[in-house]
Every structure is written in structure tokens, then in C-alpha cells.
């Protein structure tokens, strides 16, 4: 199977990912099948997809959102939603035996070489594709919300997922602009979740111990060093602050603070207990706190994310 043999996409399940999916390659002008189990499941997932492409208009991305609904096709018929049909995107629930069901329904109707990408943001690869009749085609193609916008697809194998299929889902990405990252082997929560948790860990413990709060916490994110992420990664940023030794440099200026950083820094293993009356209680000032050109709503500050995110993949000549 070639790239050029992928004519359509069907995504299976149409949650928050599945519907972000589903709008975004039909954007791109693929053909996108969406299975969903029941036609209680399909009234409910076409406002979420609709919700995606009224996004898309009210910032410029397209000017008609009926072309973009023309390219997908709602359907309960595992045949006509798979047969045929050579890239799965599957969106199921982190649950094992949920996956296996899924992946068992796919392999009864799509053809034998098609890749099954799972949206898992977490699972074992090598898990996921226990009992398959082709674990060889089975990987995690792990996407961030907003799928519809953010570009990056974490891609990871298991034991038996042959490395023709890892090279043909990079490549399927990156026709339709997204930006796969690949690991070499398996790790628990892939690479960007990894990060973004250690940073989080950290924002948790700092509230808890009442050296800051929730709001000071994000603040010193999206205000200070996620600016420079935005950008570019933390190497490169180092790179950039390190003089003329570069990131060599950091490390032999700064490795004494770093070290000692590290030495400080939380490792804790749970989160606190108090910490989800705790986060409740912070969110509310945070939000209310927020300016008026962001607004003071999640429909609002949602709205303002997708401005903010837009205007930046422009300039990376992303959209």
C-alpha cells in the first residue's frame, strides 16, 4: 500500500478528538468517513464537528463550511464505513478492552494493509494490538487538543508494528500539514505528555506548598518561557540564552543553579488529596481575573485559544 492508495480517512468515535479529526482532514479536502455505534451517537457528534468548522469560519480559515461537511459522511455500517478504506483513525476511550473491540470490528472490514492509528494518549501500543489479526499495522498516532489546530502527532510502534507503516503514517501527516514527532521505542505517555506533566507536577506541588497561587502559576507560563515555546523548544531556546558557547555554555554558567533546581524541584508521585478542592477553588479566580480580550468564560477563553493558536501556525506557515 502506497500514500497514494489513501483516497479517504475514516475516523472511528467523535469526541472531542474524533470530531476535531473529522473536520480538520475534511478541511484539507480528504474524504472522511466517521463510524459512530448508534444515530444517538451521530446527533451528538455533528454539533461537535460543526462546532470545529464554525471555528474555522469565524477566523478565516475557510469561507464555507458545507464543502467541508460535502467530504465527510456519517455513518452506523462498519462496511461502508471501513471497506475500502486504507487510514483508520481510531478514537476510542483509554481502555484496553474497549480497543480491542474496536481494532476487532476494523479488522472484519477494512482491508488487511490498512494502517490503524490509535488517538491514545497513553496505552501500550504492544497492549493495544494483542489478538489483532495484523499488530504489524497498529500504532499510536497521538494528536493534542484542539486536534483541529494544534499540528502535532506524537507517533509510537509496538513490538510487531512494522516500520513500512510507521514511514506511511509520517508521511500521510504530513501531506495534510500536521507535524508527526516519532519514538524510537515505547515509553508510558509518549514524549509531549511527559513533558507537559512534569511541568504540571510542579505547578501543583508550588500551589500546594503556598508559595504561589493558580493563577501566578500560569502566569508565569504563558507570560515568561511559554512565549519562547511557542517558538521554539527549551534546547533551542537555551541554545539562543547561552552566548557564544550556546547550550554548552548554560551548562557550564548555569549548571550549579541547575542542579540545585533539580535537587529542589517536586518528585512527588500522587497528587495531593486536597489538591482537587484546591485547584476548584483557584480556577474560579483565575478565570474571572482573565482580561477582557480573552474573556472570562470557557466558551470565551476557548474562542481567544483558537485566535491566539491560528494567528501562531500562520507564522509558522502552518495554516
Not at 271 to 281: I, K, Q, Y
Request: charged share 25%; aromatic share 8%.
Amino acid at each position: 500500500m502506497r500514500l497514494e492508495d489513501i483516497k479517504k480517512m475514516t475516523c472511528y468515535g467523535a469526541g472531542t478528538i474524533g470530531a476535531g479529526f473529522a473536520a480538520y482532514f475534511a478541511l484539507k479536502g480528504l474524504e472522511v468517513n466517521v463510524f459512530l455505534r448508534s444515530e444517538d451517537s451521530i446527533k451528538r457528534a455533528e454539533p461537535k464537528i460543526q462546532e470545529v468548522i464554525d471555528s474555522y469560519l469565524k477566523y478565516g480559515i475557510c469561507d464555507d463550511g458545507a464543502k467541508i461537511w460535502a467530504n465527510i459522511k456519517m455513518t452506523t455500517d462498519p462496511k461502508e464505513a471501513f471497506e475500502g478504506v486504507y487510514f483508520i483513525q481510531e478514537n476510542g476511550a483509554e481502555n484496553v478492552e474497549q480497543k480491542h473491540q474496536m481494532i476487532s470490528v476494523i479488522e472484519q472490514y477494512a482491508p488487511a494493509d490498512a494502517i490503524i492509528a490509535s488517538s491514545s494518549s497513553g496505552m501500550s501500543v504492544t497492549l493495544m494490538a494483542e489478538g489483532a489479526q495484523h499488530p504489524e499495522r497498529i500504532l499510536v498516532a497521538h494528536p493534542f487538543n484542539p486536534a483541529y489546530l494544534i499540528p502535532l502527532i506524537e507517533i509510537c510502534k509496538g513490538e510487531k508494528t512494522s516500520q513500512e507503516v510507521v514511514d506511511l503514517a509520517v508521511a500521510f501527516y504530513k501531506k495534510y500539514d500536521k507535524e508527526p514527532i516519532v519514538l524510537q521505542k515505547e515509553k508510558l505517555g509518549f514524549i509531549a505528555n511527559r513533558l507537559a506533566h512534569a511541568l504540571w507536577r510542579e505547578e501543583i506541588a508550588l500551589v500546594c506548598e503556598g508559595v504561589c497561587s493558580m493563577e501566578d502559576a500560569d502566569k508565569a507560563v504563558y507570560y515568561g518561557p511559554g512565549l519562547r515555546w511557542a517558538i521554539m523548544g527549551p534546547a533551542m531556546g537555551y541554545e539562543l540564552g547561552g552566548g557564544d558557547l550556546g547550550l554548552k555554555g548554560c551548562a557550564i554558567k548555569f549548571g550549579a543553579m541547575t542542579n540545585n533546581t533539580f535537587e529542589d524541584i517536586s518528585d512527588m508521585k500522587k497528587v495531593p488529596a486536597e489538591w482537587a478542592d484546591l485547584s476548584g477553588e483557584q480556577i474560579i479566580p483565575l478565570m474571572a481575573h482573565m482580561p477582557d480580550h480573552v474573556g472570562q468564560t470557557k466558551a470565551e477563553i476557548a474562542s481567544f485559544r483558537d485566535y491566539m493558536l491560528i494567528e501562531i501556525l500562520k507564522m509558522h506557515h502552518k495554516l
